[in-house]
């Protein structure tokens, strides 16, 4: 049959459409721009086989088959066009990148129901290199606060002599970007190369290291993040990361601790990297497999240790701790953001390659951590468990009067609360009937109070697409506010939830590789409780 029955989303939006697979490509854009209002040069289409649709290609051969659904990025018409920028694929090298120009696509605009946390992830990033694994994890630590924070101190010290370490200039550098994507219009992607260059200056094994052809590797985003999270962050010691924990090992399969004591063994840990086995096809059985209680045997390395932390830092790339053989592992103290890292590739010596393991795992957009802590810290977070859990069924309540779906998320019931009610739906400084905690214009200081409860919200993930570890494509999804986006270098939009879903697996396609879970809310800086 030449004729295909598909779905185009965008945005919110679900559009049917009858497409003739001998018609050239230039067609089948003019018919999603008759629904969608979005210009042939703005739309950037994602699920087919080919990162960029030409005009004269065979839709036959980019995947175009019956009952396909793709994903379009793209501004329509009202609004001003942006101006010009490349959205090659990141296999291709720059000079290649440059002449395939493309307009970076606009995020089609929620209106959003309340102006809480305007720090909206609507600024691209240039990719300058074969970046996108760079690019991923800057959209996504911009929604942490301590980072940002942390990279404009660096900054301040840099300008003003107090320190000129090579470290000190890759943090200064990350706080450039932020403050440009800050005051970006969204016209034109912000160019990161500053940063680029930094990483490569202070670690330039891997990220300095070119191809047979003289071109910029694929790097490993994981890699990437353990680096930039450094530079950004205080020393240890100094104050607490929010992406640090700290883990009680103790003897045997069965036995738990409440603290390190006689024969066990505690270590910090900034993630926890997941073994993809045969077991495994949801996150929560990965993460039992890593700490040690699960069908895979002892735990794996999970993260960066304490005993560690005064190695040089080209060999902190990638550095974990060395996994305790026979050892369960309990969580001892909870990070304020929980990443998670999902082990995909492995070198198989038939390709010579890192290979990634496309096995689908599902992930909650909710993790309750409570059943990996020890005993101890179970007890310690009961009550603010139980307060989080009435806020939530406030939350549920308050969302049936006013008719509003789950994916309407929490904004909406926020800005319909009076304030002579928020004090009993928003957890208060003293815990009790206070003054309720201001909704902020821009994200909050690192929370000084309000204690985790063990529940964590996803907000943020870096996704892979391709079959090996040195080629394919990173691109990043971020929530702010009750909304996500998808950040693909240059191209920023607005996606439905159902999207992050999917990341999941789905062969060859975006795979989610690290998870991203906050436990306070940006908006209150309290406990999460999403629902």
Known sequence: ????????????????????????ADVFKAQIQSVTNVPADRMKLMGLKVAVLKDDADLREVGLTEGKTIMLIGAPATAAPPAAASSAGDTAPPDTASSQAEAPAQPQQPAPPTAVHRVLPTVGLANVGNTCYMNSVLQVLRLVPEVVQGCQQERFLLENGASGSSTTALAASIAKVQVSMDKSDGSRPTNPVQTWLSLMQTHPRPFAELDDHQHPMQHDAQEALQVLTAAALPPAGATKSPFQGKLVQSPGTGATSSAPSGGDASEVFNMISCPITAEVSAIEVAVDIALGRGAGGPPVATASSSSSSSSSSSAAVGAV????????SDIAELPDVLTLHLSRFAWRADVKAKAKVLRPVTFPLVLDVNRWCTPALQTAMADEREKVKDRRDKANAMRRVLRLKPEDGCGPILASLTPELRPTFIHTTDGGGGAAAPLASSPPSPPTNGPNAGIYELFGVISHKGRYADHGHYVAWVKS???????????????????????????????????????????????????
């Open 481 to 531: 506010g009750d909304h996500w986006y998808i950040c693909d270098d240059e191209n920023v939009g607005l996606v439905p939830e159902s999207e992050v879903k999917r990341l999941s697996g789905n062969g060859e396609g975006h795979i989610a590789y690290l998870l991203f879970y906050r436990a306070r809310d940006p908006r209150t800086g309290f406990a999460t409780f999403a629902v």
């Open 321 to 328: 701790a060395e996994p305790l053989p026979s050892r369960r």
């Open 1 to 24: 049959a030449t004729m295909v029955h598909i779905k185009v989303k965008h945005g919110k939006d679900v559009h049917d459409i009858d497409v003739d697979v001998t018609a050239g």
